[in-house]
Structure formats: C-alpha cells, structure tokens
C-alpha cells in the first residue's frame, strides 16, 4: 500500500519562509512523478507544482512561480517544497501527491494517491 506522510506545516509570518517533506512507502518512488496541491478553506484542490521521476523538470503554478521549488531525493524517497515570500493567500492543506503515470501533471485526476495533508497559515 503506498502511502504518502506530509510534514513541515504550521503557521508563519508573511514574508516568511517553510519547507515541506513528504516521505513515501509502498513502491518505487523513483519510477513515479510526485507533486504537491493545496486546498484553503471553502475552495477546490488546486496544483501548486510537480516533478518529473528523475527531478530534471520541475512545474510550477503561476501564483507560485518564483517563490517556492519543489525537490526530490529519490535515495530518501522523499520530496520536498520549499516555500519563500510566504503570503497570507499561500493559507491552505498542502497535500503531497504521486501520479498514476510516469510524467508530472496539473490535473487531480492523474493522482493516484495523496498525503493526508499539512496545513500552512500565513498571517499578516
């Protein structure tokens, strides 16, 4: 059973900075795109970025692009985001994702399995 374990949350100051883990089990990880989403309150799960198996391309949604870098490191099985200029609308769950398929994904329906997700606040 593959599972995903989300760590790093918690609440921080505007302009601040936080990384995120997600340490997963269950089969290969190097054989599998990972990415993460968010979801803020009374709102649907959105992209926030991927990477492809071998962490050669990385994509980014817009309203993140420039602040945060998503990282893996396939002998941990572990993959990472690094958040900086934090804003008070970054606020939401942060779920880690791996995809069905080889190749990184914008859309929830390529997921196969998600993390039980961390929640971020940002004050301002």
């Known amino acids: 059973q593959v599972q995903l374990v989300e760590s790093g949350g918690g609440l921080v100051q505007a302009g601040g900075s936080l990384r995120l883990s997600c340490a997963a089990s269950g089969r290969t990880f190097s054989r599998y795109a990972m990415g993460w989403f968010r979801q803020a309150p009374g709102k649907e799960r959105e992209f926030v970025a991927a990477?492809?198996?071998?962490?050669?391309?990385?994509y980014y949604a817009d309203s993140v692009k420039g602040r945060f870098t998503i990282s893996r490191d396939n002998a941990k099985s572990t993959v990472y985001l690094q958040m900086n200029s934090l804003k008070p609308e970054d606020t939401a769950v942060y779920f880690c994702?791996?995809?069905?398929?080889?190749?990184?994904?914008?859309?929830?329906?390529?997921?196969?399995?998600w993390g039980k997700g961390t929640l971020i606040t940002v004050s301002s």
């Open positions: 990477i492809s198996r071998s962490g050669i391309n990385t």
């Open positions: 994702a791996t995809y069905s398929g080889g190749n990184p994904s914008v859309l929830r329906r390529d997921v196969d399995y």
